[in-house]
């Protein structure tokens, strides 16, 4: 589909172990919620954890933005910004 706006989930060690798999067990929901206008993939590892910025992981970049200790409810935030959703 096209102007989805891609969301790409790190799957590198320190991310992973840092907990960004739970972003890609709800991936599909996720997509559902904004009506398939975002696109969630894994990644290898993004390069953002080197030293101390590994305190800083899980990564997700959404589209052009890095998200720092990335989870679902950081996403869905960002994204509600994005399609200005009010909850
Ligand atoms: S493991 Fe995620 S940025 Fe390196």
């Known amino acids: 589909m096209e102007n989805q706006i891609r969301i790409t989930v790190c ?5 992973h172990l840092m907990g960004s798999s739970e972003i890609l067990i709800y991936k599909k929901e996720i997509e559902e919620r904004y009506n ?11 390069g953002n954890c080197k ?5 800083n992981a899980p990564y997700v970049m959404i589209g052009e933005e890095l998200i720092c200790q990335a989870n679902v409810s950081k996403v869905i935030t960002y994204l509600n910004k994005v399609f200005d959703i009010k909850e």
């Open 11 to 15: 799957c590198g060690t320190t991310c």
């Open 36 to 46: 398939h206008q975002v696109v969630i993939y894994g990644s290898p590892c993004l």
């Open 51 to 55: 030293e101390y910025a590994a305190l």
